[in-house]
């Protein structure tokens, strides 16, 4: 199994540019987030899925989009690219125990908005 | 907000001791704790976990200890290794469950010396 793939693993952007991180699992869990780790801190959650067709945010949303219309993927968006925004992206995945059991991550995208 | 900390960003261990890593939490209603690590340039990977209900779970090499009564957890490595310099993260499902409640510490970054 291949577990949680995320595409690409690097990107530059300009300002006010857009982008969609690509993020699929191959576990058919029901779970899926978004984090974002910022240097030297610890991970926080951008957006999160229950299952295909359900979205809902987490702490720091503003500035991004999702959408989960498969089991398998779940997209971020980022629509008007802003410095803050650099960071380094982690989609997850968990089974339907959520966040009481063991998440899978994936390799990370290391996006940086100049 | 509800917050997980770390007692030591870094932590220096010759080859072959123990290593003790520490975190701190203030959400007294957590009831899943969860460590991971997370090597240069790759995703955290779930190490181990322990439910409020214990005070002390096992794994191999590893085990973590959680003392409610202090809001105090640690994770202990046993005979480290190379392999094992990464960063740290402790988690804790400070909601008490559901896919939005996990919230990480900052991390500690375990160096090893030969």
């Known amino acids: 199994n291949a577990g949680v793939t995320q595409t690409p693993k690097f990107r530059i952007l300009k300002i006010g540019q857009s982008m969609t991180l690509q993020c699929t699992q191959d576990?058919?869990?029901?779970?899926m987030y978004w984090y974002r780790q910022d240097p030297g801190m610890g991970l926080k959650l951008i957006y999160y899925?229950?299952?295909?067709?359900?979205?809902d945010k987490g702490e720091v949303p503003n500035g991004y989009n999702v959408s989960r219309s498969t089991t398998e993927d779940f997209p971020l968006r980022l629509e008007l690219a802003a410095p803050s925004q650099t960071s380094v992206y982690f989609c997850?995945?968990?089974?339907?125990?959520?966040?009481?059991?063991?998440?899978?991550f994936g390799q990370g995208t290391r996006l940086t908005v100049v | 907000g509800e917050s997980v900390g770390l007692h030591l960003p870094t932590l220096s261990v010759q080859e072959g001791d123990n290593s003790i890593i520490n975190c701190a939490y203030s959400?007294?209603?957590?009831?899943?704790f969860i460590w991971y690590k997370q090597e240069s340039g790759k995703g955290p990977q779930f190490i181990i976990d322990?439910?409020?209900?214990?005070d002390k779970r096992q794994g191999q090499r590893v085990t973590v200890l959680l003392n409610k009564t202090v809001k105090h957890l640690s994770l202990q490595i046993a005979a480290t290794q190379p392999g094992d310099s990464a960063v740290y993260f402790c988690?804790?499902?400070?909601?008490?469950?559901?896919?939005?409640?996990?919230?990480f510490g900052k991390g500690t970054h375990l160096i090893i010396q030969p």
């Open positions: 576990m058919n869990h029901n779970y």
């Open positions: 322990i439910r409020s209900n214990m």
């Open positions: 899925s229950v299952g295909a067709g359900i979205t």
């Open positions: 997850a995945s968990t089974d339907d125990r959520g966040l009481d059991t063991e998440a899978f």
């Open positions: 988690a804790e499902n400070g909601s008490g469950g559901g896919a939005d409640g996990l919230t």
């Open positions: 959400n007294s209603a957590s009831d899943y």
